[in-house]
């Protein structure tokens, strides 16, 4: 079982950046690709960055590339998302995710899931 805990949403102007930041427990994250979701009100869940066990490999929604960069501490069991130039329309609940192995963007494809850190960008 790995237990994930996100942190650091919160209340920012459009053009301001937040960094999340998402804390394993239970095992080390280094045998497990790391995602993370976002899901707005009224919507689904989507994909917005994942990165494989060693952060060498990472991919991006279309939405939030060149803006957003995923990271990975695997000695601190931590993984990162760095948002920046943030838009009214990325205002969603922020999900880390935990994968076996593979990286991925698909949501149903994760193992296991945090409980999420909401992020709200004012206009």
């Known amino acids: 079982q790995v237990q994930l805990v996100e942190s650091g949403g919160g209340l920012v102007q459009a053009g301001g950046s937040l960094r999340l930041s998402c804390a394993a427990s239970?095992?080390?994250?280094?045998?497990?690709?790391m995602g993370w979701f976002r899901q707005a009100p009224g919507k689904e869940r989507e994909f917005v960055a994942a990165?494989?066990?060693?952060?060498?490999?990472?991919r991006y929604a279309d939405s939030v590339k060149g803006r957003f960069t995923i990271s990975r501490d695997n000695a601190k069991n931590t993984v990162y998302l760095q948002m920046n130039s943030l838009k009214p329309e990325d205002t969603a609940v922020y999900y880390c995710a935990a994968r076996r192995r593979l990286i991925a963007t698909i949501s149903h494809q994760y193992d296991y899931w945090g409980q999420g850190t909401q992020v709200t960008v004012s206009s």
């Open positions: 239970g095992q080390t994250i280094s045998s497990y690709a």
């Open positions: 990165i494989s066990l060693g952060g060498g490999t990472t």
